[in-house]
């Protein structure tokens, strides 16, 4: 046993050979040669790695010894006076010389690998003469952008100027202190901002959003390569936003648009070139609200001609721009998949830290989150018989969004009746998550968003004074910019959630059951206590394309094909929802992940890992150095097939591009408008 585990940890010694661990094949078996030198590098790599694993081993006890050490540093448990006077020398004194050269090999090699993967697309793009032209505006999604905290009260001091989102500082602080985390990150329920005493914002900078904890990187790669073209703090910007307020409170309590507006402006003026703007995921939805609210009079007063002034191109980078399926299940009962796939110790353990109810209770305390509700109902999502993305031969439409089995012919609880209940589609989920929701939810969502269908273009214009619903794309156009390129840059080919299996639970109560005491709960609080849904996701259901309750479909693992790509691919070639024009080129990206990188390597379309794909940062680079007019349409999924079945129809025969007149037309009837509103 001791000869085993040295060999294991230490690597085989000479008089003790490992043996091989591949037989020698058969007959009709096929094998290739490898010469001496490359049998000699691989032998050396096997043993480079076991070394490798041997340091790894003894600074991980090391670096064990020392979080202890942090935890226990207050009580009498562990006394670390005895290893005040150690220092590197003295550290090193105790290690193998060899463990020591191997870790400066392997520090080597890494940082070689870094200068290689990081910045290989930029040094690309640079040999074919492409350098900065555009000055660069990055929106980007909920998990990278960090929040931190500037409250100054006794309850805040301890976090002054820490992140408690996007941070290691978050995970300690929700470890330690869940309540206190809780409090600074949920907004008021009455005015949708900063609790009395809390003041949390959105950091500002490249530290907002190149990583989200140390060591997990969102926009880090893009950084790396726009640098490496020519890019840097005076002609690149990111334009980071509290994503839990509401749209309009953005700008009521940060001026987040006029800012953003002022930013482009001034970056216009100084490069003389017009901005090229990216955005990613929520960002996307953002920047459309934006497009809108610096046209309107009396918000951005930016008139009609502001965005075909200031705006080059708009990069939309996994934009979930008819919502994300997953928010109905998250807002509803707290889960998700990632929730459902827990094994059984896993969700004992999540739902006694943080309770699904008390899930479903934080992420409604952000207004903003909200807006990812699908849009478009069962005209885009599909009907109980019926749904656009259905595939041939499947046994029950994706349009049956939440699903109900018997639960008592499975042994399930004996409380749970599963026949009161009915199975809905997406359009019926809505009103079934606000009857199960706080009423201050309930107007929240409904004064800031709309999930509708225009079909004309009356309706579209006359929407587009209308703040409520400058989220929809369906229900609102595209600037008029004729002269504006539109790149929707999206991953596809990935198991992505479709539809939900759902079960009864007994009633678990209302607030009282996530921790809140009933003596902390006003009397007769319409906007505290509520009946939650006690529905959950049939974790316990697997079969063909049903993961633990969860039905999946085509998309990035988050974002699902219909959203991401209808509107790219049908939606804005309506003359209705872009009456200037305005180009748009899809460039869909196929999920090809390397096995062997927990990120899924360069080919990845996962919807956050996408932002390092080498692919997305040569087209990036391309569009922002004044190329991307050479980018071709490239479409490799069924999303046109399925656009096509979705049943909203242009309401006029598709014409050239619109002219002057057609422009001036389209501008007068929208005056109109405004003057009969």
Same mark, same amino acid.
């Given at each position: 046993?001791?000869?085993?585990?040295?060999?294991?940890?230490?690597?085989?010694?000479?008089?003790?050979?490992?043996?091989?661990?591949?037989?020698?094949?058969?007959?009709?078996?096929?094998?290739?040669?490898?010469?001496?030198?490359?049998?000699?590098?691989?032998?050396?790599?096997?043993?480079?790695?076991?070394?490798?694993?041997?340091?790894?081993?003894?600074?991980?006890?090391?670096?064990?010894?020392?979080?202890?050490?942090?935890?226990?540093?207050?009580?009498?448990?562990?006394?670390?006076?005895?290893?005040?006077?150690?220092?590197?020398?003295?550290?090193?004194?105790?290690?193998?010389?060899?463990?020591?050269?191997?870790?400066?090999?392997?520090?080597?090699?890494?940082?070689?690998?870094?200068?290689?993967?990081?910045?290989?697309?930029?040094?690309?793009?640079?040999?074919?003469?492409?350098?900065?032209?555009?000055?660069?505006?990055?929106?980007?999604?909920?998990?990278?952008?960090?929040?931190?905290?500037?409250?100054?009260?006794?309850?805040?001091?301890?976090?002054?100027?820490?992140?408690?989102?996007?941070?290691?500082?978050?995970?300690?602080?929700?470890?330690?202190?869940?309540?206190?985390?809780?409090?600074?990150?949920?907004?008021?329920?009455?005015?949708?901002?900063?609790?009395?005493?809390?003041?949390?914002?959105?950091?500002?900078?490249?530290?907002?959003?190149?990583?989200?904890?140390?060591?997990?990187?969102?926009?880090?790669?893009?950084?790396?390569?726009?640098?490496?073209?020519?890019?840097?703090?005076?002609?690149?910007?990111?334009?980071?936003?509290?994503?839990?307020?509401?749209?309009?409170?953005?700008?009521?309590?940060?001026?987040?648009?006029?800012?953003?507006?002022?930013?482009?402006?001034?970056?216009?003026?100084?490069?003389?070139?017009?901005?090229?703007?990216?955005?990613?995921?929520?960002?996307?939805?953002?920047?459309?609200?934006?497009?809108?609210?610096?046209?309107?009079?009396?918000?951005?007063?930016?008139?009609?001609?502001?965005?075909?002034?200031?705006?080059?191109?708009?990069?939309?980078?996994?934009?979930?721009?008819?919502?994300?399926?997953?928010?109905?299940?998250?807002?509803?009962?707290?889960?998700?998949?990632?929730?459902?796939?827990?094994?059984?110790?896993?969700? /004992?353990?999540?739902?006694?830290?943080?309770?699904?109810? %008390? $899930? +479903?209770?934080?992420? =409604?305390?952000? &207004?903003?989150?909200? #807006?990812?509700?699908?849009?478009?109902?069962?005209?885009?999502?599909?009907?109980?018989?019926?749904?656009?993305?259905?595939?041939?031969?499947?046994?029950?439409?994706?349009?049956?969004?939440?699903?109900?089995?018997?639960?008592?012919?499975?042994?399930?609880?004996?409380?749970?009746?599963?026949?009161?209940?009915?199975?809905?589609?997406?359009?019926?989920?809505?009103?079934?998550?606000?009857?199960?929701?706080?009423?201050?939810?309930?107007?929240?969502?409904?004064?800031?968003?709309?999930?509708?269908?225009?079909?004309?273009?009356?309706?579209?214009?006359?929407?587009?004074?209308?703040?409520?619903?400058?989220?929809?794309?369906?229900?609102?156009?595209?600037?008029?910019?004729?002269?504006?390129?539109? /790149?929707?840059?999206?991953?596809?080919?990935?198991?992505? %959630? $479709? +539809?939900?299996?759902? =079960?009864?639970? &007994?009633?678990?109560? #209302?607030?009282?059951?996530?921790?809140?005491?009933?003596?902390?709960?006003?009397?007769?609080?319409?906007?505290?206590?509520?009946?939650?849904?006690?529905?959950?996701?049939?974790?316990?259901?697997?079969?063909?394309?049903?993961?633990?309750?969860?039905?999946?479909?085509?998309?990035?693992?988050?974002?699902?094909?219909?959203?991401?790509?209808?509107?790219?691919?049908?939606?804005?070639?309506?003359?209705?929802?872009?009456?200037?024009?305005?180009?748009?080129?899809?460039?869909?990206?196929?999920?090809?992940?390397?096995?062997?990188?927990?990120?899924?390597?360069?080919?990845?379309?996962?919807?956050?890992?996408?932002?390092?794909?080498?692919?997305?940062?040569?087209?990036?680079?391309?569009?922002?150095?004044?190329?991307?007019?050479?980018?071709?349409?490239?479409?490799?999924?069924?999303?046109?097939?399925?656009?096509?079945?979705?049943?909203?129809?242009?309401?006029?025969?598709?014409?050239?591009?619109?002219?002057?007149?057609?422009?001036?037309?389209?501008?007068?009837?929208?005056?109109?408008?405004?003057?009969?509103?």
């Amino acid at each position: 046993m001791s000869g085993f585990l040295r060999r294991r940890v230490i690597g085989p010694s000479e008089d003790s050979p490992e043996p091989s661990r591949e037989p020698t094949p058969g007959p009709g078996e096929e094998y290739r040669v490898v010469d001496a030198k490359k049998l000699h590098k691989l032998s050396k790599s096997r043993t480079t790695s076991k070394r490798r694993h041997a340091w790894v081993f003894i600074l991980g006890g090391l670096f064990g010894i020392l979080v202890a050490g942090l935890f226990a540093s207050n009580n009498d448990m562990i006394d670390l006076s005895s290893i005040t006077d150690m220092n590197l020398d003295s550290l090193l004194d105790v290690i193998p010389a060899g463990l020591i050269k191997d870790a400066k090999d392997i520090q080597k090699h890494e940082r070689d690998a870094v200068n290689y993967d990081s910045f290989t697309v930029g040094l690309h793009a640079q040999s074919q003469g492409i350098k900065a032209l555009h000055p660069v505006i990055m929106i980007p999604g909920v998990i990278s952008t960090g929040l931190e905290s500037w409250g100054t009260d006794e309850q805040s001091r301890q976090y002054f100027r820490k992140r408690l989102w996007g941070s290691w500082s978050m995970m300690r602080a929700l470890v330690m202190d869940k309540a206190s985390w809780k409090r600074h990150l949920m907004v008021d329920k009455r005015t949708g901002l900063d609790p009395p005493g809390i003041k949390l914002r959105a950091s500002q900078g490249f530290d907002a959003a190149d990583f989200f904890i140390t060591g997990y990187w969102i926009w880090n790669k893009i950084l790396e390569n726009l640098a490496t073209i020519g890019y840097d703090p005076t002609n690149a910007f990111t334009a980071a936003y509290d994503w839990r307020l509401s749209y309009m409170n953005y700008e009521r309590r940060d001026q987040y648009f006029s800012r953003l507006k002022a930013h482009i402006e001034l970056a216009t003026q100084i490069s003389g070139q017009k901005v090229v703007l990216l955005s990613h995921s929520m960002g996307s939805q953002v920047l459309y609200y934006f497009f809108h609210w610096v046209e309107a009079s009396g918000y951005g007063d930016g008139g009609s001609q502001w965005v075909d002034a200031y705006v080059d191109s708009w990069i939309n980078i996994s934009g979930c721009m008819l919502g994300a399926l997953k928010d109905i299940p998250a807002l509803l009962s707290g889960e998700m998949k990632d929730t459902a796939q827990l094994n059984a110790f896993a969700v /004992y353990g999540l739902e006694k830290f943080l309770s699904r109810n %008390e $899930r +479903a209770e934080i992420l =409604r305390a952000f &207004p903003g989150l909200s #807006s990812m509700l699908p849009i478009g109902g069962d005209l885009v999502w599909g009907n109980s018989t019926w749904a656009p993305d259905d595939l041939p031969g499947q046994e029950t439409s994706f349009g049956t969004f939440i699903r109900f089995r018997d639960q008592l012919e499975n042994g399930s609880h004996p409380f749970s009746q599963a026949s009161s209940r009915q199975n809905m589609t997406v359009s019926e989920a809505m009103p079934y998550l606000f009857r199960h929701s706080e009423p201050w939810f309930q107007d929240m969502v409904k004064q800031n968003y709309s999930f509708g269908v225009a079909h004309t273009r009356k309706e579209v214009e006359q929407n587009n004074a209308l703040p409520g619903k400058w989220l929809n794309p369906l229900e609102t156009r595209l600037p008029l910019a004729p002269n504006l390129k539109i /790149y929707c840059f999206y991953g596809m080919g990935k198991p992505t %959630e $479709r +539809a939900y299996y759902y =079960r009864d639970e &007994p009633y678990a109560g #209302s607030l009282i059951s996530n921790g809140i005491p009933k003596s902390n709960l006003p009397e007769d609080d319409a906007y505290t206590t509520f009946r939650p849904s006690n529905v959950t996701i049939d974790a316990g259901y697997t079969s063909g394309n049903i993961d633990h309750g969860v039905i999946m479909g085509e998309g990035d693992g988050t974002v699902n094909l219909m959203s991401s790509g209808y509107m790219c691919t049908k939606g804005w070639k309506m003359k209705r929802y872009n009456p200037a024009g305005v180009k748009v080129t899809t460039y869909e990206m196929p999920h090809e992940p390397d096995r062997f990188s927990p990120r899924g390597g360069p080919n990845t379309a996962d919807h956050v890992d996408i932002l390092g794909r080498s692919s997305l940062n040569d087209l990036i680079l391309r569009v922002a150095g004044g190329r991307g007019d050479l980018i071709e349409e490239t479409i490799v999924s069924n999303i046109r097939e399925y656009a096509e079945k979705v049943k909203i129809y242009d309401d006029e025969p598709e014409e050239g591009p619109p002219g002057e007149s057609d422009r001036q037309s389209v501008e007068e009837r929208f005056e109109e408008l405004l003057k009969e509103l």
